[in-house]
């Protein structure tokens, strides 16, 4: 079955002190991996797509890479605006698209 | 401006009636897609439609159907068989083959009272 786990479930830093979110992904043929930022009541905002391994992108502060078992969301000297949570999905050959839990980042000033 | 509109923002429906989500896109996106998210957790697949007249189930479709008459519509009907449907409705909307990119409206909340 097709599975998403992200780590950590919570994640604090000041604001400047880079890090990693992890997404691990089992998942029967990858059409591709989805980064996405959401704040509270309102719906996820698209950052980025990767479809294989070796695969990076970048925008502002935000770095996704891809092997084949998982993805990384760095964030690099992060902001009290980069707080929220932070979801990733991944879409399979039968196209449906399974995100995992998130990680909830709190950038403190 | 090109998107993808959830309405109603907030719904409160009765317990035993039906009620119906709306979800409409002019990206001229091929698949699209339900969700629900509770509160603290992630989003949890109700159901997805790669082409017209087409759609699957996803993980929780038990007490809801859909249709898709339409490429641009893609309405969600949350029925009374719906145990607990208090929660985050989300809908998503992806281009597929060549520029897989997925975008998603701004939720509708769903109150039973």
């Known amino acids: 079955e097709d599975q998403v786990t992200q780590s950590p479930e919570a994640l604090r830093l000041q604001e400047g002190e880079s890090s990693s979110l992890n997404c691990s992904y089992t998942?029967?043929?990858?059409?591709?991996l989805f980064w996405y930022r959401q704040d509270p009541g309102k719906g996820p905002e698209f950052l980025f797509t990767l479809y294989s391994a070796g695969e990076e992108k970048e925008k502002e502060r935000l770095k996704a890479t891809l092997t084949k078992k998982e993805s990384f969301l760095h964030i690099t000297a992060p902001k009290p605006e980069d707080s929220a949570t932070y979801l990733c999905a991944v879409q399979a050959r039968n196209n449906d698209m399974r995100f995992g839990a998130g990680t909830r980042l709190t950038v403190k000033p | 401006d090109g998107g993808i509109t959830q309405s109603p923002k907030y719904l409160f429906r009765k317990e035993g009636q039906n009620v119906t989500l709306s979800c409409e896109q002019n990206?001229?996106?091929?698949?699209m897609y339900w969700y629900r998210q509770d509160p603290g957790q992630g989003l949890r697949l109700i159901y997805y439609?790669?082409?017209?007249?087409?759609?699957q189930k996803g993980d929780i479709a038990e007490g809801y159907s859909v249709s898709r008459e339409k490429k641009e519509s893609f309405p969600l009907t949350v029925t009374s068989a719906q145990k607990n449907p208090t929660a985050f409705y989300l809908c998503a909307s992806i281009r597929d083959r060549l520029n897989t990119e997925a975008f998603f409206g701004q939720g509708t909340r769903l109150t039973v009272v």
């Open positions: 990206l001229n996106h091929d698949a």
């Open positions: 439609s790669q082409i017209v007249n087409d759609f």
């Open positions: 998942v029967s043929g990858l059409r591709g």
